[in-house]
């Protein structure tokens, strides 16, 4: 919901987005505590059932992995969202304000690029996992593998329009 000012001391509001801001929040933080609170009873019940009664849940273990793909894609989105991703904020903090906005323009040019790269793969490798079955749950392996398809197209959104508010379309013609 913020993003640094030009100064990268506080935190701004969206100007431009906030409803969109707002719901991209919605949609990716409740999901995400949701799936940390899940995450924590499946793993917690599968070690009870295999060390205490000696009776192993065969499907935890990969409904926690399944799950926490999903964890890892909507915890980069939300990163991303929030302006926390890693980044090289030390480097980019001792720049000048004048050649600052150019570095975070670059940056968020090369984000956009690689996810724009990167989105065919995560969705051909989602189509070529889809007739593939889980052994335990019998679910489809797309299923999984649809988390990082999702997080690509999200953090795409958000870059997209970080970009639009952060940078002039000056900044983004010369970066690009």
Same mark, same amino acid.
């Given at each position: 919901?913020?993003?640094?000012?030009?100064?990268?001391?506080?935190?701004?509001?969206?100007?431009?987005?906030?409803?969109?801001?707002?719901?991209?929040?919605?949609?990716?933080?409740?999901?995400?505590?949701?799936?940390?609170?899940?995450?924590?009873?499946?793993?917690?019940?599968?070690?009870?059932?295999?060390?205490?009664?000696?009776?192993?849940?065969?499907?935890?273990?990969?409904?926690?992995?399944?799950?926490?793909?999903?964890?890892?894609?909507?915890?980069?989105?939300?990163?991303?969202?929030?302006?926390?991703?890693?980044?090289?904020?030390?480097?980019?903090?001792?720049?000048?304000?004048?050649?600052?906005?150019?570095?975070?323009?670059?940056?968020? %040019?090369?984000?956009?690029?690689?996810?724009? %790269?990167?989105?065919?793969?995560?969705?051909?490798?989602?189509?070529?996992?889809?007739?593939?079955?889980?052994?335990?749950?019998?679910?489809?392996?797309?299923?999984?593998?649809?988390?990082?398809?999702?997080?690509?197209?999200?953090?795409?959104?958000?870059?997209?329009?970080?970009?639009?508010?952060?940078?002039?379309?000056?900044?983004?013609?010369?970066?690009?």
């Amino acid at each position: 919901m913020h993003l640094e000012d030009e100064a990268g001391a506080a935190p701004v509001a969206l100007r431009r987005f906030p409803r969109l801001d707002r719901g991209l929040a919605l949609l990716t933080e409740i999901p995400a505590a949701a799936l940390v609170a899940l995450e924590v009873v499946i793993l917690l019940a599968g070690v009870i059932s295999r060390y205490v009664f000696n009776q192993p849940l065969t499907w935890s273990d990969e409904l926690a992995s399944i799950l926490f793909l999903w964890l890892a894609m909507l915890g980069a989105v939300i990163a991303l969202r929030r302006g926390e991703h890693m980044r090289l904020s030390t480097f980019v903090g001792r720049m000048s304000p004048t050649v600052r906005p150019w570095v975070e323009s670059l940056a968020l %040019m090369l984000v956009i690029v690689f996810l724009v %790269m990167f989105l065919p793969a995560a969705l051909e490798h989602m189509e070529q996992q889809w007739p593939v079955v889980t052994p335990a749950l019998e679910i489809p392996d797309g299923m999984r593998v649809a988390a990082i398809a999702c997080g690509a197209v999200l953090m795409l959104l958000i870059a997209v329009i970080k970009l639009i508010e952060k940078c002039s379309w000056k900044q983004v013609t010369m970066v690009v």
